[in-house]
């Protein structure tokens, strides 16, 4: 008996990495025989009578998770799709609703509480022993309960949502966030040098000061730009430093971004604060060695000593060292490119990962079945875990 294919509904945030995940997702699915896909984007900036109610204009995750349920409504009936998949939690308010009629699947890249506990760089407080906080994690826990089943992009995620929510890890799935391999050809040759013989740094990242590139100038100032040549891709305004060139306006997957990828020799993020930077898993894929720091899932994407080196957040000593130690020692760094790029074809390829991501959602979708009607499809309930 042939199965029916699967028509999936993903409602997916769009800010920050997220663009760059959705749109790489989207790719790796197309033509897919294991489901059907219907896209549900969900941007960041207030739209509508959203931006006229106070409150409900600053609070991310309720304005996204209002636009996610409207849009799933709007979708069509009887029930439109055979699962949903929400990504990430703050457009996931409504899934206990959803859930009643089909399976939810949430993909996320760090908990409510990962994001309170690195939050202070995104200008985000919050007092965990406040009785709007308390009542927000019972709010949560009821949310990642109501879900067939969960995937994080990090085991740091993963761990959140068993110690501080009580999820089952059984039901969770630990899978990177993927890029297009495709774009990024990897060359095992050192490129060739600039005028000057000047080596090549990269940093990229849309917010400046929080992904610690105030640092990088500083590090710049103090005679790193005798060596190196700084090459920044943000949205923000850039203060004046020696040896930098800044790269406005560039997109996801952009051309010009990819030309940086290719040319360049080293990937420096010395981010006070992020979850999982997509981007590290894109230096890795175009072969450059990784500069970074130990926050959050970061050190789970970078392996230390072996296709970067991890330093603490704001140690410009540190950052200092690492740049001019690879910026010294072509080998290194050819040795480092390489090992980044076996880790992103192992953990990182968009396509590899899409059919995990896959695999979870029959499952959730055969666990929903079970839990509902006592009845089994056949399908065995089994997540690919780390």
């Known amino acids: ?40 984007p969900v941007p960041f900036e207030p739209w509508g009578p959203f931006r006229h109610v106070p409150r409900l204009g600053r609070n991310w995750a309720a304005r996204g998770s209002l636009y996610a349920y409207s849009a799933l409504r709007s979708s069509g009936r ?74 994080t992009w990090s085991k740091w995620a993963k761990d959140s949502l068993q110690h501080d929510y009580g999820v089952d890890p059984d ?54 730009a005798e060596l190196c040549e700084l090459h920044v891709v ?61 926050v959050a899932a970061l050190p789970e994407v970078v392996s230390h000593g072996r296709s970067g080196i991890i330093i603490s957040p704001g140690d410009e000593r540190g950052l200092g060292q690492a740049l001019h130690r690879l910026a010294g020692d072509p080998l290194l760094r050819q040795a480092m490119g390489r090992q980044g790029r076996a880790i992103a074809e192992l953990n990182f390829d968009v396509r590899k990962n899409a059919d995990r991501l896959a695999v979870v959602i029959d499952a959730g979708m055969e666990r929903w079945r079970r839990d509902r009607t006592g009845e089994s499809s056949g399908v065995p309930i089994a997540l690919e875990t780390r």
């Open 1 to 40: 008996m042939t199965s029916k294919i699967p028509r999936v509904g993903f409602v997916m945030e769009q800010t920050l990495g997220h663009v760059t995940y959705a749109k790489n997702l989207q790719a790796a699915y197309e033509g897919s025989h294991r489901l059907t896909n219907s896209w549900i």
């Open 78 to 151: 009887p029930r439109p799709f055979d699962a949903v998949v929400f990504h990430t939690s703050t457009v996931a308010l409504s899934a206990p609703l959803v859930a009643r009629g089909t399976p939810v699947i949430l993909s996320m890249d760090a908990t409510p509480l990962n994001y309170d506990r690195v939050g202070t760089h995104y200008g985000h407080l919050a007092d965990p022993d406040s009785l709007g906080e308390r009542f927000k994690q019972v709010i949560w826990r009821r949310v990642f309960q109501s879900a067939a089943a969960l995937t």
């Open 171 to 224: 039901r969770v799935a630990a899978i990177n966030p993927g890029v297009d391999l495709e774009l990024f050809p990897f060359r095992y040759t050192p490129r060739p040098p600039t005028t000057g013989g000047l080596v090549r740094i990269l940093f990229v990242g849309g917010d400046f000061v929080r992904k610690g590139g105030l640092v990088l100038l500083d590090c710049m100032r103090a005679g790193l």
């Open 234 to 294: 943000t949205r923000d305004t850039v203060p004046h430093a020696p040896g930098v060139v800044v790269h406005n306006n560039l997109m996801p997957n952009d051309p010009r971004l990819l030309r940086l990828y290719r040319d360049c020799d080293i990937f420096a993020l010395p981010t006070y604060a992020d979850c999982l930077a997509v981007v590290l898993a894109e230096a890795m894929a175009a072969g450059l060695p990784v500069v970074t720091t130990n």
